[in-house]
C-alpha cells in the first residue's frame, strides 16, 4: 500500500513572497505523482504531475515541483505567490497510469497568502 | 481537459429522506468512477469504487445499504445518499477516469455539499 505524508497542515506566506509545500510518500513499488489545487466548495483541479521524464515539473499558475525518488519526496514550488494561490493543496499517488487506478491522498496543505 | 459535472452543487433536505448526486462524464467516457467524502479542513476520504455496469466497491467501513451507488452508463454514476441523518452532511465529490485518458489522473467534479437538517 502507499501512503503519503504533507508536513504542514497550513502555510502562511505573504503575498509575492516564495512557497514551498512539502509532500513525502512511501511506496513498495514505482508511482506517479500528482498535485492538485482545490479552492473553496470546489473540487479538484490538477497543478502537475509527474509519470516519468524529467523530475522536474511545471505545472499551471506558475507551480512546479521536483520528484526526488531517493527521498521519497514531490515537494511544490512557487516562486511567488498571489492572493489567489489561497487554497488547499493535495498531493497524491498512484502505481498505475491505468484507467481506473485509485489516488491516494496527502492530508492537505492550506496555503493563506497575506497581503 | 476531460470534464467532469457533478449535480446538485448544493442541497438541504431533511432528515431521514434521500437524496441522489450526479456525476456526469461530458467528453469522454468514464469507465471508473470514483466518490469521496470531504469532513472540513480534511482530506478526501475515498467510498467507492464503481465501474460500468458493476457493481460498486465499498471501502471499509462504508455502509453499502446507506450510500447507493449505481454507475449504469459510461457517462453517469449517481450516489444517493439513503434515509439522511445530519451526520451525513458533508461534501461529497465524484472523479473519473477512462482507457482514453491513459495518464493515472482522475478529473473531478465540482462537488456537492450535503446539509441535512
Known amino acids: 500500500a502507499q501512503s503519503v505524508t504533507q508536513l504542514d497542515s497550513q502555510v502562511p506566506v505573504f503575498e509575492e513572497a516564495p512557497v514551498e509545500l512539502r509532500c513525502n510518500y512511501s511506496?513498495?513499488?514505482?508511482?506517479?505523482l500528482f498535485w492538485y489545487v482545490q479552492y473553496p466548495n470546489q473540487g479538484l483541479q490538477l497543478l502537475l504531475k509527474?509519470?516519468?521524464?524529467?523530475?522536474l515539473v511545471k505545472g499551471i499558475n506558475g507551480f512546479e515541483a521536483e520528484f526526488n525518488k531517493s527521498q521519497t519526496s514531490f515537494h511544490l514550488r512557487k516562486p511567488s505567490v498571489h492572493i489567489s494561490d489561497t487554497a488547499e493543496y493535495f498531493c497524491?499517488?498512484?502505481?498505475?497510469?491505468?484507467?481506473?487506478?485509485?489516488?491516494?491522498f496527502g492530508g492537505g496543505t492550506r496555503v493563506l497568502v497575506k497581503p | 481537459g476531460a470534464v467532469v459535472s457533478q449535480h446538485p452543487s448544493w442541497v438541504i433536505c431533511k432528515s431521514g429522506t434521500s437524496v441522489k448526486i450526479e456525476c456526469r462524464s461530458l467528453?469522454?467516457?468514464?469507465?471508473?468512477m470514483f466518490w469521496y467524502r470531504q469532513f472540513p479542513k480534511q482530506s478526501l476520504m475515498l467510498m467507492a469504487t464503481?465501474?460500468?455496469?458493476?457493481?460498486?466497491?465499498?471501502e471499509q467501513g462504508v455502509e453499502k445499504d446507506k450510500f447507493l451507488i449505481n454507475h449504469a452508463s459510461l457517462t453517469l454514476s449517481t450516489l444517493t445518499v439513503t434515509s439522511a441523518h445530519p451526520e451525513d452532511s458533508s461534501f461529497y465529490i465524484c472523479?473519473?477516469?477512462?482507457?482514453?485518458?491513459?495518464?493515472?489522473?482522475?478529473?473531478f467534479g465540482e462537488g456537492s455539499r450535503l446539509t441535512v437538517l
Open positions: 472523479s473519473a477516469s477512462g482507457t482514453s485518458l491513459n495518464t493515472g489522473e482522475l478529473f
Open positions: 511506496s513498495s513499488v514505482s508511482v506517479y
Open positions: 509527474y509519470l516519468s521524464g524529467s523530475t
Open positions: 497524491a499517488v498512484s502505481v498505475s497510469k491505468a484507467a481506473g487506478n485509485k489516488l491516494t
Open positions: 467528453d469522454f467516457q468514464a469507465t471508473t
Open positions: 464503481s465501474n460500468e455496469g458493476s457493481k460498486a466497491t465499498y
